[in-house]
């Protein structure tokens, strides 16, 4: 049996499909199968995978569309493996991202999914962004928005039976990935090992952006309920500002309400800190709220007009730990010698 699975949804695929198949096909670890399953392409996406005659890839078609959850479930079931690393027909994988994955699995019993850092990429392979995302903050800000890239993961397949495999018609790796973290330990191997194409043909980003966005908003609401209690409210402007969409909000030009959003968030988060869980570190929780709560206050204060910025920035104390920063940062200059 191989050491693990590669497991890859195909729909129209055809445009960048060579360059994903072959950097599956080239990673230093070779002791794989490549599970490929085509969801009722119309264009040439079949028959470029029928071109290749490599043992290791086993190339299904759907019936008919399935949409990518059933699909994946499917990919799931027929996997042989008990490592199943996802993949998706307009990336392009490291060489050894595998090797990397599967090593840290290995010797981590704990852990039921890696992931790593990716470098965005336009459709024509010129970088975008490189996010520097710590994986000991994923925990809790994976209540808010998804930081991990759903090509990059490596999962247990019996820890994503366990919880029912995908569930989500939209974000629905947001939603696996937050049900497994209920349960295992998720790490974030701290490198880049995927480069993540942006392109016209995205679901998430283009062809279903609303939908993902509208059940992205609602699987927060419920994560923060998971610790706020179910009857919890959250006004919607405020769920979106966690989400770093911050024009509603701040179309209210109201300080009051930006500091209630604030407020809001702080208990949040002192619900988390109360909250057993296989992830949970106080030390970290505590530096990834902050870092969030200062995000959000420095947008909103640099944003806002002059007056109100200033009242913010001192009503939500954000300008006394910018003081206290700068004189910290002073008192660690090394002395001067005469």
């Known amino acids: 049996m191989p050491k693990l699975t590669v497991l890859m949804p195909v729909f129209n695929a055809e445009r960048f499909l060579a360059e994903a198949i072959d950097s599956i096909l080239a990673q230093t670890l070779s002791d794989f199968e490549f599970l490929i399953i085509d969801d009722g392409s119309t264009d ?11 043992p290791r890839i086993r190339f299904y078609q759907n019936e008919k569309n399935m949409g990518i959850s059933p699909t994946l479930n499917r990919g799931i079931e027929l996997a042989s493996t008990p490592y199943i ?9 490291y060489p050894e991202r595998l090797e990397k994955q599967y090593a840290y699995l290995q010797a981590h019993s704990e852990c039921a999914m890696v992931s790593s850092l990716v470098r965005v990429v336009t459709e024509d392979g ?3 962004r490189q996010d520097k995302f710590r994986s000991e903050f994923f925990y809790y800000n994976l209540i808010f928005i998804c930081w991990i890239y759903h090509p990059t993961v490596l999962y247990r397949k019996q820890a994503v039976l366990e919880i029912g495999m995908y569930t989500a018609a939209y974000a629905e ?15 974030n191997l701290p490198e880049v090992l995927l480069d993540y194409r942006t392109t016209s043909q995205s679901l998430h980003q283009v062809l279903r952006k ?15 309920r998971y610790y706020t209690g179910n009857g919890h409210t959250v006004p919607s402007d405020f769920l979106e500002s966690y989400q770093h969409n911050f024009e509603p909000l701040l179309t209210s030009g109201s300080v009051t309400r930006v500091l209630a959003c604030i407020r809001e968030l702080d208990h ?15 030390a970290s929780i505590r530096k990834a709220a902050r870092y969030k709560r200062n995000f959000i206050l420095a947008y909103y204060i640099q944003r806002l007009p002059p007056f109100k910025g200033g009242l913010l920035s001192v009503r939500s104390g954000y300008a006394v730990q910018v003081l206290k920063a700068k004189v910290k ?8 010698s005469v």
């Open 329 to 336: 940062k002073l008192f660690k200059k090394p002395a001067l």
């Open 44 to 54: 040439g996406t079949a028959a470029m995978v029928a071109s290749y005659t490599d």
């Open 210 to 224: 609303e939908e993902y966005a509208e059940a992205q908003l609602a699987q927060m609401l419920r994560n923060v």
């Open 85 to 93: 690393a996802r993949m998706d027909a307009d990336d392009i994988s």
């Open 173 to 187: 790796d947001y939603e696996l990935f937050w049900q497994l973290s209920r349960r295992h330990v998720l790490y």
């Open 268 to 282: 949040i988060t002192q619900c988390v800190l109360a909250s057993e869980n296989v992830n949970h570190d106080n």
């Open 126 to 128: 010129l970088f975008v």
